[in-house]
């Protein structure tokens, strides 16, 4: 493919054509495809055109250098924020990896995460709790049957924000040791006199770990359940 140069201000310097065409987006398909995009590729441009210009430049007319220093400041900032993607998309990879390995260590483990109902076998239950995003006056986790009947109420009184462990010895209201079979586990809290949040938790043991489409990491549990590892409240 043949160049052409083009002169300056009327003097003998001459500029490539393609640096030129470069910098107006003027460039030949074919032309424009061998020619750089990126921030650096922009700068390394930008500096020969402004060599050509201060080697040529008008004495009667001198170019603004504050204006020539905003142009650089510019592709300075646009290459450094492509460095900052790169540098956070790969800082991002190596997060999800490490929170992969570290969900792949507590297969074999109990852990306390959101749930709803509990599995009484032989007059055993399971470890109980409670997540609290913000201290209450007041909080209840109630045991419910599958008839739908209320077998037992644990009123935990005031708690501070966080997980708050229960141990539920598998007895109803009046100390009898409650059958076999599923119960549904609520929380209910107050915060002087107004209701507020609270997510009743269960332990089960963790069997695997599921990537999820974002890259988070999954605990899939004993009870049937998958939870995401950060709702994991306590680890047994």
């Known amino acids: ?24 987006g003027t460039s030949s398909s074919s032309s424009s495809s061998s020619s750089g995009t990126s921030a650096s590729d922009l700068q390394s441009t930008f500096l020969q055109l402004l060599v050509a210009q201060l080697q040529n430049q008008d004495p009667t007319n001198p170019m603004d250098s504050s204006q020539m220093t905003s142009q650089l400041a510019q592709i300075n900032t646009v290459s450094g924020i492509q460095q900052l993607n790169t540098s956070l998309t790969s800082l991002s990879t190596q997060l999800s990896a490490g929170q992969n390995a570290q969900a792949a260590l507590l297969i074999g483990s109990t852990v306390l995460a959101p749930g709803s109902s509990a599995a009484v076998s032989s007059g055993s239950a399971p470890q109980l709790g409670v997540t609290l995003p913000s201290a209450v006056s007041d909080v209840k986790l109630t045991i419910t049957n599958s008839a739908g009947q209320v077998v037992n109420t644990l009123d935990l009184g005031a708690q501070s924000a966080g997980t708050v462990p229960v141990t539920w010895n598998g007895k109803d209201s009046a100390g009898n040791t409650v059958a076999d079979g599923t119960y549904t586990i609520a929380a209910s809290a107050t915060t002087n006199g107004q209701s507020a949040t609270a997510t009743p938790l269960v332990a089960s043991q963790v069997q695997g770990v599921v990537q999820q489409p974002d890259g988070n990491p999954s605990l899939s ?9 950060s709702s994991v409240g306590a680890i047994l």
């Open 1 to 24: 493919m043949s160049s052409s140069n083009t002169t300056i201000g009327g003097s003998t310097a001459t500029v490539s054509q393609q640096l030129l065409d470069t910098m107006n």
């Open 221 to 229: 549990l004993a009870n049937g359940k998958t939870v995401p590892l």
